[in-house]
Every structure is written in structure tokens, then in C-alpha cells.
């Protein structure tokens, strides 16, 4: 193994790769003193340029994941705005200074939402509902399935779930319940 780049100065997590390989995005913590403890980033694996999507200004931001297009979708919260946000595949280039803007997708009626992965359709987003009004205070959260309509469907009644992966429906196919 050798290194590809360096990610941060502090904590770096929840690392997903895209699909075609070629970009990591990760939540890098900032400096101390800053109002947002962590900040979406996109690493080019070839050439180890870093991207913010949505800058270090943004507000609260967790887990960015990639969908079936190579666009991330961040979870976010900044003042009044819970929505979780889908920033498309080419996005700022590194060091342009600007920030994506990103398509707010359906938000709770309260709380905010911390994305965990997409159907391989793009159809279904499932994500971690928190019912707190703010990071600082998350209060209880659940696991939901978001459609594109914004319909949220529960899936579990606590957040301790992890979500492994879609089973495709031909998978399914000459399975027989007990």
C-alpha cells in the first residue's frame, strides 16, 4: 500500500467511493473555531485534487454518498434548512473558490435526514431520520426510505441498523418463504 493523498489535518470519515473508482467523498473536520466541524470533500484519486462541494461554509454536513449518476448527496443543515442536498458529478473544480449549490430533496417535516445509500435505480434514498431540530441536539432518529416524491416510508424503529446493500429483484426470483 502507498498513499494517495492526505485527507485531513484532523478526522477524516465516512468514505465512500464512486462508482467508476476514480473520486473518494468524505467528510474532513476543520480547524478548530470554525462553526462547522466537518466539511463534505471530493478527492480525484488520479491526480489528489480536493474539492468542497459545498464549501467550508455551508452549515452542517454529513455523510456524502454517490448515486447510480456519480452526483453525491450531502446531508445538511444550515439555520432554517434541513433538506439533504444532491450536488451533480462535475461539480467545482479545485481551488475555483466556488461552491455547488445542489438540489435540495424532499425534507422531514421536522428534524433533518443523514443520507445512507441509494437503490441502484436512483429511485429510493434511505436515510437516517434524526427528529431534533439541529446537530447539536439530534434527538431520537430512525431509518426511513425516501421516493422521488418525497414520500418517507419507516423502516425501522431506532437508527442502530446498518444498511448493507439493494437486493436487485431478480435476486429474489425461486425464493420461497419458510
Do not use: M
Not at 90 to 105: D, I, K, M, R, Y
Amino acid at each position: 500500500p502507498q498513499p494517495v493523498a492526505h485527507l485531513s489535518d484532523g478526522i477524516a470519515r465516512n468514505c465512500h467511493l464512486s462508482p467508476d473508482g476514480k473520486q473518494l467523498a468524505y467528510l474532513a473536520q476543520e480547524p478548530a473555531g470554525r462553526a462547522t466541524a466537518f466539511v463534505a470533500q471530493v478527492l480525484n484519486i488520479d491526480n489528489g485534487s480536493v474539492t468542497a462541494p459545498l464549501g467550508a461554509d455551508a452549515g452542517a454536513q454529513f455523510n456524502p454518498i454517490w448515486d447510480n449518476t456519480d452526483a453525491i448527496t450531502v446531508g445538511h443543515v444550515s439555520g432554517d434548512e434541513r433538506a439533504a442536498l444532491k450536488i451533480p458529478s462535475g461539480g467545482p473544480s479545485a481551488g475555483s473558490g466556488q461552491a455547488a449549490t445542489g438540489s435540495p430533496l424532499p425534507a422531514p417535516a421536522s428534524g433533518f435526514d443523514v443520507p445512507l445509500s441509494w437503490s441502484p435505480d436512483g429511485a429510493w434514498l434511505v436515510a437516517r431520520a434524526f427528529e431534533g431540530a439541529s446537530p447539536a441536539d439530534p434527538g431520537p432518529s430512525h431509518v426511513v426510505a425516501i421516493d422521488a416524491s418525497g414520500a418517507r416510508h419507516q423502516l425501522s424503529p431506532q437508527s442502530d441498523v446498518e444498511v448493507a446493500g439493494w437486493l436487485r429483484p431478480e435476486a429474489l426470483e425461486g425464493l420461497t418463504a419458510p
